[in-house]
């Protein structure tokens, strides 16, 4: 039912955007088949349904601060996995294993939930709890690593996608 008043409140253009946005990432992802159109028209119509509900229509992204985001996370997703790699073949892989605890300010909710989502993305570090204190228990291949410095540049990228004053997703 929130999902259904969330679309009441959008305007038609701001829905018509997402579906459309939607649409694209499913062509992108399936190629331009027509005969796969009706099933991305479908699944377009459900996202931007499911969205609604997901983020509200007055929620706001930066995009300089998605793109800075991007910026430092498609690198360092590319050092992080190649590091994975080069150990993962080793002979004797140089790993100190273990679990760290970072303190997070992004408090519990949708934006912690997908600052996690987007964290267990990278190589090496895995999210496993967050605590509503906002303490993060991460799982690490090596806790040698500045791994609480880590997550905090991840944490301050992440919060620039949110905006100025925006905490909560």
């Known amino acids: 039912m929130k999902a259904a008043a969330a679309a009441d409140d959008a305007p038609l253009s701001a829905l ?3 579906g459309l946005g939607l649409l694209l990432l499913w062509v992108i992802l399936m190629g331009p088949a027509l005969e796969d159109l009706p099933v991305g028209l479908v699944a377009s119509a459900c996202g931007v349904w499911a969205s609604t509900a997901l983020w509200p229509p007055g929620g706001k992204l930066s995009w300089i601060g998605l793109l800075g985001f991007l910026a430092r996370f498609l690198p360092q997703s590319v050092v992080a996995g190649l590091d994975v790699a080069r150990r993962a073949f080793a002979r004797e892989p140089d790993l100190q294993p273990g679990f760290a605890t970072c303190l ?3 408090p519990a909710g949708l934006a912690l939930d997908s600052a996690c989502a987007v964290m267990s993305l990278q190589p090496g570090k ?3 709890s967050a605590e509503p ?3 993060l228990l991460i799982h690490c291949l090596d806790l040698r690593e500045a791994v609480a410095e ?3 540049e991840d944490e301050a990228a992440f919060l620039r ?3 100025p004053g925006r905490h909560d997703g």
């Open 16 to 18: 018509f955007a997402r």
């Open 104 to 106: 997070f300010l992004i």
């Open 126 to 128: 895995l999210p496993v």
């Open 133 to 135: 204190d906002g303490t």
């Open 150 to 152: 880590q997550v905090a």
């Open 161 to 163: 996608i949110l905006g």
